[in-house]
Structure formats: structure tokens, C-alpha cells
């Protein structure tokens, strides 16, 4: 059973930084494409970035310069490295796995002005 777990969100002032992880279990896919996607209260969920296989990484540009995205394959780890956050940030952060139905359960990012 795929299982992905987030974890490091937290309340952060404006200027701050946060590193989102998150944790692949059960899946066989070696380096998979994983998503982070972000929902603010009333929004749709949205697209924050990708990493691909072969490390490639896509961000979409309303976080381009502020957010990185990184692996560590001996971990089954994905991060999330947000710096610069806005209010705007605030959100449930959402890892995926890419082409299946496997979604974590979210960690709640707060930005306070």
C-alpha cells in the first residue's frame, strides 16, 4: 500500500521559511514524479511544483525564486524548502504521486502578516 506522509508546516511570520518533507512508503517506482499542491480556504487546489525523474524540478512562477524542491532517494524523501513566504502561502500543502491516486494527508502552512 503507497502511503505518503507531509510533515514541517507550522505558523511563520511573513519573511520566514519553512521545509515541507514528504515521506514515500509501499511504492515501487524508483526517483517517481511528485507533485506539491497547496489549498487556500475558498481556492482550488493548485499546482506549487514538481520533481521529476532525473531530478528535473518545475515551479509555477508565483513561487519561482522563493521555493526549491529536492530528494533524497535514500530517505524516500521529498522536500518542499519555502522561503520568502507571504501570507498569500497560506495553505494545506498536498504532496502527490504523480499519475496514481496517492495523495497525503496535508500540513497546514500559516503565514502571519
Known amino acids: 500500500q503507497v502511503q505518503l506522509e507531509e510533515s514541517g508546516g507550522g505558523l511563520v511570520q511573513a519573511g520566514g521559511s519553512l521545509r515541507l518533507s514528504c515521506q514515500i512508503s509501499g511504492s515501487t517506482f524508483s526517483d517517481p514524479t511528485i507533485g506539491w499542491y497547496r489549498q487556500a480556504p475558498g481556492k482550488e487546489r493548485e499546482l506549487v511544483g514538481s520533481?521529476?525523474?532525473?531530478?528535473?524540478?518545475y515551479l509555477t512562477p508565483s513561487v519561482q525564486g522563493r521555493f526549491t524542491i529536492s530528494r533524497d532517494n535514500a530517505e524516500d524523501t521529498v522536500y518542499l524548502q519555502m522561503n520568502n513566504l507571504t501570507p498569500e502561502d497560506t495553505a494545506v500543502y498536498y504532496c502527490?504521486?504523480?499519475?496514481?491516486?496517492?495523495w497525503g494527508q496535508g500540513t497546514q502552512v500559516t503565514v502571519s502578516s
Open positions: 502527490h504521486l504523480a499519475s496514481t491516486v496517492y
Open positions: 520533481i521529476f525523474s532525473g531530478e528535473n524540478t
